[in-house]
């Protein structure tokens, strides 16, 4: 079955920050079952990423474009990798097909998990894939709705 995902294309970093709040912070997004929250704090570090200069961190025109991959993960429509990164104790959502992955932060107690961070591994896709899952492990809907409880 077709499935198409869509890039978000604007010419400003302000035109990707409204688009994130009209798509993640007004609507309801789940994994599974699992409610995800995002923030607008969220996007300062979702879609900036290393300058390799002094400046630090910028935003990041190719990694917003991509936005949308977000809610695809989420979406049950398109095949994902559920796994969990015991270093850090997050969930990790990876999507060979988008080249990319989302990482999840456990709220312990609340039932819910907010969104940490996305990226895309460009071109070096297939090598950055299998560094970031040698870092996990797989984990089970039921071993995750656990986790959240």
């Known amino acids: 079955m077709k499935k198409i995902v869509e890039l ?17 912070l007004h609507g309801t997004l789940n994994l599974r079952d699992i409610p ?11 879609f900036f990423e290393p300058s390799g200069s002094p400046v630090g961190y910028q935003f990041s ?3 917003a474009r991509r936005m949308n991959f977000m809610r695809a ?7 994902i990798e559920i796994m969990f990164e015991s270093d850090r104790g997050t969930i990790a959502l990876f999507c060979e ?11 312990p107690g609340t039932g819910v998990l907010q969104v ?3 990226f895309d591994f460009g071109k070096d896709h297939t090598k950055m894939l299998r ?14 709705k656990e986790k959240v409880k």
Request: hydrophobic residues 35%; glycine residues 4%; charged residues 35%.
């Open 8 to 24: 978000v294309l604007l010419k400003t970093e302000e035109g990707y920050r409204k688009e994130y709040e009209a798509t993640y």
């Open 36 to 46: 995800v929250t995002f923030s607008a704090k969220d996007f300062d570090h979702i």
């Open 61 to 63: 025109f190719r990694r």
């Open 73 to 79: 993960l989420l979406s049950g429509e398109i095949d």
């Open 97 to 107: 097909a988008l080249e990319c992955v989302m990482y999840l932060r456990i709220r």
């Open 116 to 118: 940490g961070s996305f």
């Open 131 to 144: 560094k970031q899952k040698k870092k996990c492990v797989p984990i089970t809907i039921e071993e995750l």
